[in-house]
């Protein structure tokens, strides 16, 4: 599409979740990529082979809600919530599921009323937590949510195995406009804590705007991850694909997690 004006990238001075709450209406476009449908399947199979037949399940990070929205439409009928910590997000999950519950609240320091079969955390969201710290505050909060037997399942990214150069997008027109979405991690090869960086192109009546922002996130090997969970859980770790379960081979910097509470 041709540039008129082609305004300068502007880095947003925001925390690491103000991006998100600013632009929640734009949450959905910018993960228009991903499928939700296959992601929510292969955990429900996850969860069928490991878990405790419960169906109380909790999504730490949920966002917009379409894995939620996924899980209550399983013909087993989970009884499916999310927490984020966003508001304006947890508003439009809400309308996307009227049934269910929607929790504000840190996904570091949770409480829940009653013991659940099943937590997850998709799309790497475990790495908001900032620092180890956290994440072991967030790691003894879903202990203590779970019931016996229960499942946490999420994905996550072995720090050793970052490519800074690679840096995935994908468009979409909305209302007139395109838009273009971009996002990396990056490691400086040192110290727990990575980024992720995003970028958002807005072109309307070609006229572009830019956005760039970086996340910080915790940084950890998958090594490193398994000494965390292996005190308080059963961990079995699996290539990420969501079409087949495949043990992780050791080789690959992405990986999917499912841990049974001991």
């Given at each position: 599409?041709?540039?008129?004006?082609?305004?300068?990238?502007?880095?947003?001075?925001?925390?690491?979740?103000?991006l998100?709450?600013?632009?929640?209406?734009y949450?959905?476009?910018?993960?228009?990529?991903?499928?939700?449908?296959?992601?929510?399947?292969?955990?429900?199979?996850?969860?069928?082979?490991f878990?405790?037949?419960?169906?109380?399940?909790?999504?730490?990070?949920?966002g917009?809600?379409?894995?939620?929205?996924?899980?209550?439409?399983?013909?087993?009928?989970?009884?499916?919530?999310?927490?984020?910590?966003?508001?304006?997000?947890?508003?439009?999950?809400?309308?996307?599921?009227p049934?269910?519950?929607?929790?504000?609240?840190?996904?570091?320091?949770?409480?829940?009323?009653?013991?659940?079969d099943?937590?997850?955390?998709?799309?790497?969201?475990?790495?908001?937590?900032?620092?180890?710290?956290?994440?072991?505050?967030?790691?003894?909060?879903?202990?203590?949510?779970?019931?016996?037997?229960?499942?946490?399942?999420?994905?996550?990214?072995d720090?050793?195995?970052?490519?800074?150069?690679?840096?995935?997008?994908?468009?979409?027109?909305?209302?007139?406009?395109?838009?273009?979405?971009?996002?990396?991690?990056?490691?400086?090869?040192?110290?727990e804590?990575?980024?992720?960086?995003?970028?958002?192109?807005?072109?309307?009546?070609?006229?572009?705007?830019?956005?760039?922002?970086?996340h910080?996130?915790?940084?950890?090997?998958f090594?490193?991850?398994?000494?965390?969970?292996?005190?308080?859980?059963?961990?079995?770790?699996?290539?990420?694909?969501?079409?087949?379960?495949?043990?992780?081979?050791?080789?690959?910097?992405?990986?999917?997690?499912?841990?049974?509470?001991?």
């Amino acid at each position: 599409m041709p540039r008129r004006n082609l305004r300068p990238p502007r880095w947003l001075p925001m925390s690491s979740n103000a991006l998100y709450t600013d632009l929640s209406s734009y949450y959905d476009l910018m993960c228009a990529d991903i499928d939700y449908q296959a992601q929510s399947h292969s955990v429900r199979r996850l969860h069928q082979l490991f878990g405790n037949s419960g169906r109380r399940h909790l999504d730490l990070g949920c966002g917009t809600g379409p894995h939620v929205r996924h899980f209550l439409d399983f013909d087993c009928g989970y009884a499916s919530a999310g927490l984020d910590i966003n508001q304006p997000m947890l508003d439009i999950a809400q309308q996307r599921c009227p049934e269910a519950q929607f929790i504000c609240q840190d996904m570091g320091s949770f409480h829940v009323d009653e013991p659940l079969d099943l937590i997850t955390c998709f799309l790497y969201s475990i790495h908001y937590n900032a620092g180890l710290e956290r994440l072991r505050d967030c790691l003894a909060s879903v202990h203590g949510a779970l019931a016996e037997g229960g499942v946490f399942c999420f994905n996550s990214v072995d720090k050793r195995l970052i490519d800074n150069d690679s840096f995935v997008r994908h468009s979409v027109e909305h209302e007139g406009s395109q838009f273009t979405f971009g996002s990396g991690w990056y490691y400086c090869g040192e110290g727990e804590r990575q980024a992720l960086r995003l970028s958002i192109e807005k072109t309307t009546a070609g006229v572009t705007q830019s956005w760039q922002d970086e996340h910080a996130m915790v940084a950890l090997g998958f090594d490193e991850m398994q000494a965390l969970l292996e005190p308080h859980f059963e961990v079995h770790v699996f290539e990420h694909d969501y079409e087949r379960i495949t043990p992780w081979g050791g080789a690959s910097g992405n990986a999917l997690f499912v841990c049974v509470k001991r």
